[in-house]
Nanobody, 123 residues
Framework: QVQVVESGGGLVQTGGSLRLSCAAS????????MGWFRQAPGKEHEFVSA???????AYADYVKGRFTISRDNAKNTVFLQMNNLKPEDTAVYSC?????????????????WGQGTQVTVSS
């Protein structure tokens, strides 16, 4: 059974940084597209960033230039470095995995999800 586990959330002040990690217990991690989505209270899930199995990297416009996604295939882990955080970044951040997914911004395209980690940015 595939498990996806996030860590690294927390409370930070405006302008601060956090680094989220996500480990996936899959056999061929390098063949998986890994994505980050977030959900603020009362809002829908929204795409944050993804790194595909081919190495393509994508960011939502509202995090571009502030967030950096990377992966370590040897450790089955993907990271999301979040800098210059803003109060509007406050949300539950969830990591997702999908085998050879190319439509990486689509929430429904991912088959495996973590439990989410809370990120709170105070003003």
């Amino acid at each position: 059974q595939v498990q996806v586990v996030e860590s690294g959330g927390g409370l930070v002040q405006t302008g601060g940084s956090l680094r989220l990690s996500c480990a996936a217990s899959v056999r061929t991690f390098s063949s998986y597209t890994m994505g980050w989505f977030r959900q603020a209270p009362g809002k829908e899930h929204e795409f944050v960033s993804a790194i595909t199995w081919t190495g393509t990297i994508a960011y939502a416009d509202y995090v571009k230039g502030r967030f950096t996604i990377s992966r370590d295939n040897a450790k089955n882990t993907v990271f999301l470095q979040m800098n210059n955080l803003k109060p509007e970044d406050t949300a539950v951040y969830s990591c997702a995995a999908a085998y050879r997914l190319n439509r990486y911004t689509t929430y429904g395209g991912y088959g495996y999800w973590g439990q989410g980690t809370q990120v709170t940015v105070s003003s």
